[in-house]
């Protein structure tokens, strides 16, 4: 093994430089790399299975709720993105166009897919004729570009990938029904399955989708007290199937527009795991998205060695047919304290060891990547044990993360509160807000924050607006964000 195998490489502390800690890490843990395109990367096979994984997740939940999967066309055509005004005009400072090919020049520009309502809502125009073909519920997953002028790895890419869900109902009841159905399958599955607490809340109309009459988010707090936001919902009135002429014969003979919805996560979501578990010795992945769920070092002398790794092949093989996925690391060229550091390093939620002692014992220890927790466990319970531990494992980090959420979340009534506080501190702010666009830019401007959404549960309600002073319509939460 070559000389710079030998040792772990050493990461920046997360204290020193929060943003150096996270491309340290990233790169140290090999999921992704630098593409030769300005802000495009590589997913390496670990970063890409934790995607599978989150992947694997939402769509066990959109089958149930219904959902069935599609795929659209990347390329479009810029006469699609006239038709909705808000829209485009939201979106046109990030597309890249397609203006030849083949070596001519094309009639029409076509735009390379930033979001596909335009798109779906053409064909939905075509598939939807009457009451009876509705309602519509299609997800796709699929890569998407924005040109991004400051780009990081996985939160903000100029490329990414991602799955969009686009509905169209019969009513505005249906329509809202769906929009929230879909944000709370999000918050499940972050919560549950990424382990990362969220707020959940509506958007204020600045920061709304372009193109919506209402969006729903959920925000997560990184460990560097910034936001990311970990999914959206949107309900889209009837703006475009009025649009896209996406009419339907009701049920009593008239022509009516369809109420849609779109929704959507993104590879954000890997960023934001990173962000919310990880430490200064690296990677902390939950167990259910981990690549590797437990690594097994057997540990001995050379002349018993092949007596432990033959009985540690014979735990590996149940370990893996009771579906944990389980990784063996019998090399013996390079120590196991290097091993446990590595692996450490790398996130994965269980260490096995396994020695001849334990091995004439009937035993092996296992150990958490959390709380560094050592059990001394039977041979015989291993399976049991195993998933016990992972179990553990995947509610100490969403316990761990929402307490870390609630000590950094402050309540502040002025703004002169709030920029003392971002100053000194990180997290989020919960503070009174008037309404007016002109107070969200200058909490903005002062402090840096941005509104994040307006919480559908909060433990107080404001009653002055933190810029004006004059009553508060809504509490917001704000935060810096990614």
């Known amino acids: 093994m070559s000389n710079d195998k030998q040792f772990v490489e050493e990461i920046t502390p997360q204290s020193e430089d929060f ?22 990367i590589v997913f390496r096979p670990d970063g890409f299975e934790i ?4 992947k694997e997740a939402m769509d066990v939940r959109f089958r149930e709720t219904g959902h069935r999967n599609a795929y659209f066309p990347m390329f479009i055509p810029e006469s699609f993105f006239q038709k909705e005004k808000e829209h485009v005009e939201g979106f046109n400072p990030e597309l890249p166009w397609v203006t030849e090919a083949g070596g001519e020049k094309l009639e029409e520009r076509l735009a390379i897919r930033p979001t596909s309502e335009t798109m779906i809502g053409h064909m939905y125009s075509k598939w939807i004729q009457s009451y009876r073909d509705l309602p519509v519920l299609i997800n796709q997953w699929a890569n998407v570009v924005r040109w991004e002028k400051r780009t990081l790895p996985f939160l903000r890419t100029s490329e990414f990938l991602w799955q ?45 989708f ?43 003979n ?39 769920q437990v690594v097994m070092v057997p540990i001995g002398p050379p002349k018993k060695r092949d007596a432990v790794i033959a009985r540690a092949d014979e735990l590996f093989a149940q370990l893996k047919q009771s579906g944990v996925r389980v990784k063996m690391d019998d090399r013996s ?29 009937g035993v092996c220890v296992l150990v958490s990547r959390i709380s560094g927790e050592k059990k001394i466990v039977q041979q015989d319970n291993l399976v049991e044990e195993v998933q016990a531990m992972l179990a553990q494992v995947q509610q100490e980090m969403y316990v761990r993360a929402k307490n870390f959420m609630e000590e950094n979340f402050y309540s502040v009534d002025t703004l002169d509160e709030m920029k003392a506080l971002m100053e000194e501190k990180r997290g989020f702010t919960l503070a009174g807000w008037c309404g007016s666009e002109e107070c969200e830019d200058k909490v903005k401007e002062v402090t840096g924050a941005t509104s994040r959404n307006i919480p ?5 309600q404001k009653t002055t607006c933190l810029c004006c002073g004059k009553p ?8 810096r964000a990614y």
Not at 51 to 54: A, G, L, P, R
Not at 223 to 248: C, E, L, P, W
Not at 265 to 278: F, K, P, Q, Y
């Open 19 to 40: 943003s150096r800690w996270y491309i340290d890490v990233i790169k140290k843990a090999e999921l992704m790399d630098y593409s030769p395109v300005r802000g495009c």
């Open 51 to 54: 995607w599978e994984h989150i």
């Open 164 to 208: 969009e869900g686009h509905t169209a109902h019969e009513t505005e009841e249906e329509a809202r029904e769906e929009t929230m159905k879909m944000l709370e399958v999000y918050r499940e599955v972050i919560e549950e399955v990424l382990a990362i607490p969220v707020i959940t809340g509506q958007k204020t109309p600045s920061e709304k």
């Open 210 to 252: 372009a193109g919506a009459k209402e969006t729903f988010s959920l925000e997560a707090m990184m460990k560097d007290g910034r936001a990311v936001q970990a999914g959206t919902s949107h309900y889209m009135g009837t703006n475009f199937a009025v649009a896209f002429d996406i009419k339907y014969l009701s049920r009593e």
């Open 254 to 292: 008239n022509l009516e527009f369809a109420h849609t919805t779109s929704w959507g996560t993104s590879t954000r979501l890997i960023g934001a795991l990173i962000m919310v578990h990880g430490d200064d010795r690296g990677l902390a992945l939950p167990p259910k998205v981990a690549p590797t």
């Open 333 to 361: 060229d390079v120590s196991p304290g290097w091993k446990f550091n590595e692996y450490e390093m790398r996130g994965v939620p269980v260490r096995l060891e396994i020695g001849p002692r334990d091995m004439e014992n």
């Open 456 to 460: 559908f549960k909060t433990t107080e």
């Open 472 to 479: 508060a319509k809504h509490t917001v939460v704000f935060a």
